[in-house]
């Protein structure tokens, strides 16, 4: 996910976990989840 080094400012560090959770909401597709990826799969069950 994101190594940690001294090198990346606090807003460096929270752009990459915000990016990281955008991806695992938005575009990773689960084979658990139908195929789908989660935010998908939410509003399927709605």
Do not use: D, G, P
């Not at 940690?4 to 990281?20: D, W």
């Amino acid at each position: 996910m994101v190594k940690i080094n001294k090198e990346k400012t606090k807003e460096e560090y929270k752009k990459l976990i915000e990016e990281y959770i955008k991806f695992c909401n938005e575009e990773r597709y689960q084979a658990r989840l139908k195929n789908m990826a989660l935010v998908e799969y939410r509003s399927h069950a709605v």
